[in-house]
């Protein structure tokens, strides 16, 4: 009994060591560009097997003025906004050169109003999606780091403009889906 006894101590005690252990944080934070339209900053966290990433902010402004002929003009503005967190698991293939994988959920809305000489139209988007990171990492240095990457998914998608208002599903793989970013690890 005092062998067992021994023993399930020495288990607890390995389990409860072993678990203390201290394993390499890993912290990036770098700009990123998708379709070279939205801008933002890119959060990451986790380990060599697990990354926690997070689009902490994503901006998109665009103005524009239209002259059709004949005396009629229109002129748009628009702003957009999206948030995204999922993981990414990295595969190593060589000291400056990562493959990585895994899973995203996104948020987006954006907002335009269109003025034209009769009228004025406002237009909202919003939408959710899942979708699967497939990408890759150069490493430029040791802090600082390249990589590429594409999100297909499904996105549920709203739009109202005025009294109309429509919801639907897509998938897409599209330059929208597809970024860069430069990170900066510590």
């Given at each position: 009994m005092k062998r ?7 288990s ?5 060591y072993?678990?203390?252990q ?14 070279l ?14 990354m926690y990433?997070f689009s902490?902010?994503?901006?998109s402004?665009?103005?524009a003025?239209y ?5 009629i ?8 906004l999206g948030?995204a ?8 293939l060589n ?6 994988y895994g899973?995203e959920?996104?948020l987006?809305y ?6 034209d000489?009769?009228e004025?139209?406002?237009r909202k988007f919003?939408s959710?999606g899942?979708?699967v990171v497939?990408g890759?990492s150069y490493y430029?240095s040791?802090?600082f780091?390249l ?10 998608i709203r ?5 109309l208002d429509?919801t639907?599903?897509k998938?897409?793989?599209?330059n929208?889906?597809?970024g860069?970013t430069l990170?900066?690890?510590?």
């Open positions: 067992i006894t021994v023993f399930l101590l020495f607890v005690f390995m389990a409860n072993g678990l203390s201290d394993v390499l944080r890993i912290k990036e934070i770098g700009l990123f560009t998708s379709d339209n939205s801008f933002g900053i890119r959060c990451k966290t986790g380990t060599d097997d697990l990433r902490a902010f994503s901006l402004l665009s103005s003025e002259d059709f002929g004949n005396g003009a229109q002129d748009e503005d628009e702003f957009g948030l967190g999922g993981i990414e698991k990295p595969v190593s000291e400056r050169f990562d493959l990585f899973g959920l996104s987006q954006k907002n335009s109003d269109v003025v000489e009769e004025v139209s406002k919003g959710w899942l979708g497939l890759c430029i040791p802090k780091k990589s590429v990457e594409v999100i297909p998914g499904l996105t549920h739009v109202k403009e005025g009294d429509v639907g599903w998938f897409e793989v599209s929208q889906n597809a860069i990170s900066y690890r510590f």
